[in-house]
């Protein structure tokens, strides 16, 4: 390890590319410019395509360009740093230049994992709660939000015909829910279909996973798997103690 | 959005492709068990070997896989919850299962990103401690600290030789400092070649970088930026108020 011990992997030849790529970036495009085709770029750095393409990702991954089906690749502007770790932004839906909206709702049996966190059985449905989250006609991330009929025992009264409406009263009673703290997890993962959709990426695209544990009464109330683009969100955490600097 | 909106955009080849080899992964491989190889693994399901590449990718993606050069693709074992959210780990060097360990220092002017966080001036360069965190032998991460000379003005009278003892010297003196509040930001990036060698990876391979902000007197006490292996690291944060979970 360490500078002393420099040893002889050799970098890739896309590597240098990217390096070379990067600078022409900065120098000679502007956010959202898009870049010449695969084969002119190929031509100009004297590069195969498969090369370039490897390059490119490598860039993509970095979050300094975006590349869309039928527009090509974009210079990517600054990532946004999006707030996870904090109350505010939860269980409300407000109209705002950062908000979350319920979408929809279902009564099922979650994946093992989060049966795993809720200490609920494989007989026992929990409510599963659709939101995203857009800033600015942005999609930032998609979530499901599972609630146990334990932390919404008002609930029943109430019975929604399910979807939206419910979804909404879901969130209302878990809201009254006093919560004690909060756990969270960030892990890379890849775009599921649906919500690939509602994040606008393809399948399979590189997303920052976030799963929330809530706290309350000495149990877990409730589970959100959260599902952030990777290309555009840089998350924040924590407690400044004074200016926040990360989030700009 | 939502269910009601099934748009049409189809999924890639690749996709289901992944979600077969997934299954194949639970029920006829044993954690640490290499795969058979590309062309026995196409030929098995029937497709070309870059839709099978695509495949591995993405489960690599989502820490199903590990692909190691000279070893082949092995099942992956679950990703390590890594606590990145509370002080205990910091700037104490210790023998343990998860523990950080000084690698060397020198003094040169930071980036323009880290300057700005700093609110140095191109003029001034500040203490750079490189820095690894190795859980049961296992790199987990690698960090730059960045230290301007204001937080540890009880460092020149001391002054080391430069490297490691000078690198233990600038974390003695900052561990002096108190601190107020600390904000963290996490975001999707690719190993740089000096970080990926000290995480035993490729350059290029996906990692996490994690921005901590240091707040200390009012002012930004620290900057560090460390980079975590994406492939086996869960990061966890927060104050769970009970037992955690998400760490396991």
């Known amino acids: ?26 120098s000679e495009f502007a956010v959202g410019e898009i870049l010449p085709n695969e084969r002119e770029l190929a031509a100009r750095f004297g590069v195969a395509r498969a090369t370039l393409r490897q390059a490119l990702e490598q860039l993509e991954l970095e979050g300094r360009l975006q590349r869309r089906r039928g527009v090509g690749t974009t210079v990517a502007p600054p990532r946004v740093g999006v707030a996870v770790g904090d109350y505010t932004h939860t269980w409300t839906e407000a109209a705002g230049d950062d908000a979350w909206a319920c979408v929809d709702s279902v009564e099922a049996v979650p994946p093992a994992a989060v049966m795993r966190l809720l200490d609920t059985d494989p007989d026992t449905p929990v409510h599963q709660v659709r939101r995203t989250r857009v800033s600015q006609g942005q999609p930032l991330a998609a979530e499901l939000l599972y609630v146990p009929p334990a932390s919404v025992p008002g609930l029943a009264a109430l019975d929604g015909p399910g979807g939206l409406a419910r979804a909404r009263a879901v969130l209302r009673e878990l809201s009254r829910l006093k919560l004690e703290g909060r756990e969270q997890s960030v892990e890379l993962g890849s775009a599921r279909a649906d919500d690939a959709r509602e994040l606008d990426r393809l399948p399979g695209a590189p997303v920052l996973v976030v799963t929330t544990r809530y706290v309350g009464e000495h149990r877990t109330a409730a589970v959100a798997v959260a599902t952030y683009r990777a290309d555009t969100c840089r998350l924040t955490f924590g407690d400044p103690g004074g200016v926040e600097l990360l989030a700009g």
Chains 1, 2 share one sequence.
């Open 1 to 26: 390890m360490g500078t002393s011990q420099l040893e002889s992997v050799p970098e890739p030849k896309y590597w240098h590319l990217k390096t070379v790529l990067s600078d022409a970036l900065d």
